[in-house]
């Protein structure tokens, strides 16, 4: 296919109206994306008040949370099929709505079983969110842009993983967790609306031509053959498996021990009250998303993916080193260290743009849900082995000794992710077969 070619006044126009509509996708997609952070670290601030309410141990507490990382993980790579083939426009609105359901269950749940049906639906409904807005980028950013797009993603996501700290805590001094989650089934249901009234595909459903053919290059070729033969060709590359490991080690560790453990952790190690706990876990998340936008700009511009995810792992696992060994420090020390440990967590955000680069253009979708996979697994694994420990440990040890070897099974997952990391393939920000 020749590149198009147009007028000067003819481009503009065109490039207008891609900014109106690349914006007006990207906002409402972004939107169930950032729903979907929201209901992922919701439960540490509410831990106390679901042992309560369902007179639940740590491990089941643990098994509730993680309900939903377990339907999140297994749905990865179906939606990578599923916006790879009927697109992610008609995926998103139907999660929308399933997501709406299931927050509505689980705001009005009376039994664990009920919490945890509800919570399962919410993973089902918002784990096509991000797979989605990733093919959505493919489509409407430029190559050279993605993984600036990328960290502006996980800019807005990590939005709805602040909220659901500090001032979701904040929150339930005037209300109680079951109407927020009642209020956000409502909120779903309206982004399902809007998502099937005004998200596109692609630039073509509207009239307009691909970004590569803006840039006076050809169209990325279709995937010629079944949908199945197109996940195996992603499957036995061997370039996507470096990136599954690092983000099943530093992307399922940081989200399990920010999503649940360190709001508690925080309170029976160091002493801190609930709101304290919970400012230190919204600093780590403001800092993941301003490290995922930075570093995503960062190795655009160098046109680098590996120097910058090798260096900023590396922080990312000395950051640990203080909490395995229960360090004492002052209240300046630990908001400082949780805010590194956000920033350095945004390394494994590159990892999207590094599967998509490895693998085929019309691929995208199924090669960064297969590698997107090992983030959700991760925390499904973790949240309630941590869980398994601390329930085994028992009260009579002193609280540092309770989380040891919680902790060191999550600095054992951090290595694994440094270790992957070593051996991620350079793409120089480009698709490598091109």
């Not at 209240?331 to 590094?354: D, K, N, V």
């Not at 002193?398 to 990391?421: K, M």
Request: hydrophobic share 55%.
């Amino acid at each position: 296919m020749k590149p198009i070619q147009v007028d000067t006044g003819a481009s503009r126009l065109i490039e207008a109206r891609l900014r109106r509509w690349r914006w007006t996708v990207f906002g409402i997609v972004a939107v169930s994306y950032m729903l979907a952070f929201f209901h992922r670290v919701a439960p540490a601030a509410i831990a106390s008040d679901l042992q309560r309410a369902f007179d639940a141990s740590a491990a089941a507490l643990g098994g509730l949370a993680a309900t939903y990382f377990y339907v999140y993980t297994v749905m990865q790579i179906p939606t990578g099929i599923l916006v790879d083939t009927l697109g992610p426009r008609r995926i998103v609105t139907l999660g929308g709505v399933i997501a709406g359901i299931g927050s509505l269950m689980f705001g009005y749940a009376d039994t664990m079983i009920e919490a945890s049906i509800g919570r399962m639906l919410i993973g089902l409904g918002v784990s096509v969110a991000f797979i989605s807005l990733l093919k959505l980028n493919a489509a409407w950013f430029h190559d050279r842009h993605f993984g600036t797009a990328v960290g502006l993603t996980l800019v807005l996501g990590n939005v709805g993983s602040v909220l659901a700290a500090a001032p979701f805590a904040w929150v339930l001094q005037f209300t109680s967790w079951r109407t927020v989650f009642i209020v956000l089934g409502g909120v779903s249901f309206a982004v399902a609306v809007l998502t099937w009234l005004f998200v596109r595909n692609h630039p073509g459903e509207v009239g307009l031509p691909s970004l590569r053919e803006i840039d006076g290059h050809a169209a990325h070729l279709p995937h010629e053959g079944h949908w199945f033969e197109g996940l195996l060709t992603v499957l036995k590359n061997r370039y996507t498996w470096p990136i599954f490991w690092m983000n099943l080690g530093i992307g399922g560790s940081f989200i399990a021990f920010a999503g649940l453990w360190a709001v508690p952790f925080l309170q029976d190690v160091y002493g801190m009250e609930r709101v304290a706990a919970s400012e230190h876990t919204s600093l780590m998340l403001a800092g993941f998303a301003v490290g995922a936008l930075a570093l995503g700009a960062v190795s655009d511009h160098l046109g680098r993916r590996r120097p910058v995810l090798i260096a900023t792992t590396m922080v990312h696992l000395l950051c640990w080193l203080p909490l395995l060994f229960a360090l004492p420090m002052s209240l300046s020390m630990s908001y400082l260290l949780f805010l590194l440990m956000g920033l350095s967590a945004g390394s494994f955000t590159l990892s999207w743009a590094c599967a998509k680069e490895v693998n085929q253009h019309a691929l995208s979708g199924m090669a960064t849900s297969v590698v997107n996979t090992g983030v959700f697994l991760g925390t499904g694994i973790l949240q309630p082995l941590v869980g398994w420990t601390l329930d085994r440990a028992g009260t009579a040890q002193g609280a540092a000794a309770q989380y040891q070897l919680g902790i060191l099974i999550f600095f054992g997952c951090v290595v694994a992710g440094f270790a992957g990391s070593l051996r991620v393939r350079e793409t120089y920000c480009r698709y490598l077969n091109d």
